[in-house]
């Protein structure tokens, strides 16, 4: 494979700080993705040095900012386990709701089934991340949902 | 689209740069001889540039330096500072180190003789070349004039040729024109 070296972070921050700041907003709302946003770029920051190329760099942030945001919210339920606002069931991001139900999914199915329906990216992102053709990140969700219909009704 | 908001963009570029995990910081500086790019190291002030393409100078200072290069202007105060005071005519000398990693033995030599040149004052390519023990190396010492990564901190623009025509500039003649017509320089 063509070797692709690793842009600047200047430009890596530049091409997908928007698209990052987005996804967190959409998991975390727009008051804590400030937070999660410093945070994913920091930890980028941080492995950046240990790259080997530059392939896959936008899949390899939201992986880091996904994790930020379950890192998160995992914090935000230990601190405040009683105090916890009552959340209507409408106002919990997707991804939420399917957490705990594509708990026992095999990995991938699992991975793209909670970023298709969850976080709503396309399926060449999802493609992106899995490390896999975009047919075959289709056909992980689509089975991954004909499971959970099947363990649901 | 969502746009990462202003403030959240230069709260990141500070942590960044404070987090001490950035191999380049940089930042543009407004002068009158237009905007320069510069930059600094942990080791100290690494390029100051008139190419506006930022690209083009991150580009190059990831391969020099590393690849976590970061515009990020905190780390530059100390040098934009400097730069305002010589350009407002009160400083005469820079009291900034630098980072001269990646150059030969013979270039870092020859950019410490060059540092030596006093302010107003001009020295010959030659004469420079004498004072680095290689006084045929004239041509030499022009190349490394030419490609200087520092320049106005590492003074180039003091450097003419033998009958006293301002010969060459990394920067474009009207450029060292106007640095040695603010120093006052006898050329």
């Known amino acids: 494979m063509e070797a692709v070296s690793v842009p600047p ?3 890596f921050y530049e091409e997908n700080r928007n698209a990052v700041f987005g996804h967190l907003v959409r998991l975390l709302g727009r008051e804590r993705a400030e937070d999660a946003f410093q945070e994913t770029f920091l930890r980028a920051l941080r492995g950046y040095a240990r790259l080997q190329h530059g392939r896959h760099l936008k899949a390899w ?11 998160d919210a995992r914090k935000r339920r230990a601190e405040s386990p009683v105090a916890r606002e009552p959340v209507h069931e409408e106002e919990r991001p997707a991804y939420a709701q399917l957490e705990h139900l594509a708990d026992e999914l095999p990995e991938k199915e699992r991975a793209a089934v909670v970023l298709r329906y969850g976080y709503d990216l396309p399926y ?20 991954g949902v004909r499971r959970l219909r099947r363990r649901l009704t | 689209m969502t746009v990462v908001p202003e403030t959240l963009d230069q709260r990141f570029r500070d942590a960044a740069a404070a987090s001490g995990l950035l191999d380049v910081s940089y930042d543009v500086a407004d002068t009158p001889v237009g905007p320069l790019l510069v930059a600094v190291t942990d080791a100290g002030l690494c390029r100051i540039s008139f190419d506006a393409d930022r690209d083009r100078e991150a580009e190059a200072l990831a391969r020099g330096f590393g690849a976590r290069v970061l515009r990020a202007p905190r780390p530059l105060d100390r040098v934009k500072r400097q730069l ?3 350009f407002e005519g009160s400083r005469r000398e820079f009291d900034l180190p630098v980072d001269l990693r990646g150059r030969s033995e013979f270039s870092r030599i020859v950019l410490e003789q060059l540092a030596r040149v006093p302010y107003g004052e001009v020295t010959t390519y030659g004469s420079l070349a004498a004072r680095t023990g290689r006084p045929k190396a004239a041509r030499a010492v022009g190349t490394i004039m030419n490609r200087n990564p520092i320049p106005i901190v590492l003074p180039c623009h003091r450097v003419v040729g033998s009958t006293g025509s301002l010969v060459g500039y990394g920067g474009g003649l ?13 050329v």
């Open chain 1, 9 to 11: 972070f200047e430009r």
């Open chain 1, 61 to 71: 942030v939201f992986t880091i900012a996904t994790r930020v945001a379950v890192d």
């Open chain 1, 124 to 143: 060449d992102q999802i493609a992106d991340a899995l490390h896999s053709s975009e047919e075959a990140a289709r056909q992980a969700a689509s089975s």
């Open chain 2, 84 to 86: 305002e005071e010589y």
């Open chain 2, 174 to 186: 009207e450029r060292k024109r106007l640095l040695l017509d603010l120093e006052e320089a006898p």
